[in-house]
């Protein structure tokens, strides 16, 4: 008997030419460099964030981190140990430069990204560099950051210097890093970096500028440096998935449409379908004028910027993590609806973060129909703990089962099945967020999505596997999982009879 599970992981071995799936995994860098002020680099918004009292559990920062400023050769390490064909991270915005602008640009800095870029090829794994994930430079902060037009200049500028400096060598990139988040946590809620508080208007304005900025790296790469250095850049959004509380009312099926558009859509519907959905142009615009505003808070694209924005991806960048369920209210956000989770599902070491793979499938089958299936580059995807640390994390090598197995049944089949596999889903590739445990942003270092468990109490840092290494190393290995009937570590590489 062959069993559904099994059939689906077939499916993914023999979809694609399957040399070419990226099985990655992934780290920022603000999260784990340290090196706060070494060798010349400028403050960010994190370093002044982290340095505020009561900003971050338990007055944590990244001052030293997980020290892979000084560790090239050890993440590199647990990299080859993991079997990862690709490994994304990002790149200090005030580490190459302190001002921000390319008036001074910082060699050392630049250097210790070319030494790790180096480092990943020699042991034949593919870079995938996220130019923005989270940590802009504090004098640019200090001018308005996001918020002030100005900054999509400095961005192209920014991002001119990478390409022109490592993209020789690398051919995977990432603009931004889920913009949901800096636009509503960091400037609406207040509860990232830069830390400001203003709900309503400011995280719309915020969400415009990263897409233009986006959109203006996304075009210099391609006009400039696509044609010699042969590689492929996109935006990675972020989005939990969003069911009905009750999937038997019509108000609470329209809820959880309302919080997936104002999730994903917000950014991934100018950059693939043109212009923001009608949905939150209708909705913002109305709650606007009933609040005695002259205006939506919903900034207007020119004509000339829905064409520029639009059509500025050469995959899909997604990370997930969750599903909820959705019902509707009157107050609290402009979508009109609010969120809970189920009480069956399992818990981990973050409050909003519930064990619920179903979902993952589900919005890659939205992002198809939503988005005339592009290819997807899964580019985060994991499990948190807290508590006293255990090795042994069956907790997270449940999670990456259950999760990677709805990956697989989204991909495309080449058998002739007539049903469970029928989603024609263009996945390209998976990340496991992440490599090892970090500074968890807010949440310090209490919070851990580690494969590689990082004693910070030993000043060495070092990196020991926990046991989803063993599982994970051996997916990738596979290229799917394992046939348990020919043993934990062989791998399902022919068609068994009767299927």
Request: proline share 5%.
């Amino acid at each position: 008997m062959f069993s559904l599970d099994h059939l689906c992981v077939y499916v993914l071995i023999t979809a694609y030419d399957f040399d070419d799936f990226i099985w990655s995994t992934a780290t920022a860098s603000y999260q784990i460099e340290g090196g706060w002020r070494a060798d010349g680099k400028g403050l960010s918004i994190w370093d002044k964030f982290a340095h505020t009292p009561l900003r971050v559990f338990n007055d944590d920062n990244g001052d030293i981190a997980c020290n892979s400023y000084n560790k090239v050769d050890e993440d590199v390490a647990i990299l080859k140990q993991l079997k990862v064909t690709h490994y994304r991270f990002s790149i200090s915005w005030p580490r190459v430069l302190p001002d921000g602008t390319t008036k001074h640009i910082n060699e050392a800095g630049l250097n210790y990204y070319h030494r790790l870029v180096d480092a990943l090829l020699a042991a034949n794994i593919q870079p995938h560099i996220t130019l923005y994930h989270w940590d802009l430079p504090q004098v640019l902060q200090d001018i308005g950051g996001w918020e002030n037009e100005t900054i999509i200049v400095k961005f192209k500028d920014y991002a001119d210097l990478i390409f022109s400096r490592l993209g020789n060598k690398v051919k995977f990139w990432i603009t931004i890093n889920e913009p949901y988040n800096i636009a509503n946590v960091g400037h609406g809620y207040g509860a990232a970096a830069p830390g400001i508080f203003r709900p309503g208007t400011l995280p719309y304005i915020v969400g415009h500028n990263l897409l233009k900025a986006h959109a203006e790296a996304w075009h210099l790469y391609n006009d400039t440096y696509r044609a010699k250095q042969k590689g492929i850049i996109s935006i990675t959004i972020n989005s939990d998935w969003s069911e009905p509380r009750n999937p038997n009312k019509q108000e609470d099926i329209d809820a959880a449409r309302r919080v997936v558009q104002f999730y994903i859509g917000w950014f991934a519907h100018p950059v693939f379908n043109g212009d923001y959905s009608n949905m939150m142009k209708t909705i913002i615009q109305e709650r606007s004028l009933a609040a005695g505003l002259l205006k939506s808070r919903l900034p207007e694209f020119t004509p000339e910027e829905i064409k520029r924005v639009q059509g500025t991806y050469d995959y899909f960048g997604f990370n997930h993590y969750t599903t909820v369920l959705a019902f509707p209210v009157k107050y609290g956000n402009l979508q009109g609806a609010g969120t809970i989770a189920d009480r069956t599902w399992l818990d981990s070491g973050s409050s909003w973060l519930k064990v619920s793979p179903f979902g993952f499938r589900r919005i890659l089958n939205f992002i198809k129909a939503e988005y005339g299936n592009p290819p997807i580059i899964i580019t985060e995807n994991g499990m948190s703990e807290r508590g006293p640390t255990d090795l042994n994390d069956i907790h997270r090598s449940y999670y990456y089962e259950k999760y990677i197995n709805q990956v697989l049944k989204g991909i495309k089949p080449q058998l002739n099945l007539e049903s469970y596999l029928l989603d024609n889903v263009d996945i390209r590739g998976y990340t496991a967020w992440s490599l090892m445990d970090n500074l968890e942003w807010a949440t310090g270092f209490s919070e851990r999505f580690g494969l590689f468990y990082v004693n910070h109490s030993d000043p060495k840092l070092p990196r020991v596997a926990k046991t989803s290494v063993t599982l994970y190393s051996t997916i990738i290995n596979c290229n799917g999982f394992p046939d348990p009937a020919l043993g934990p570590h062989e791998c399902l590489n022919t068609v068994p009879e009767g299927t």
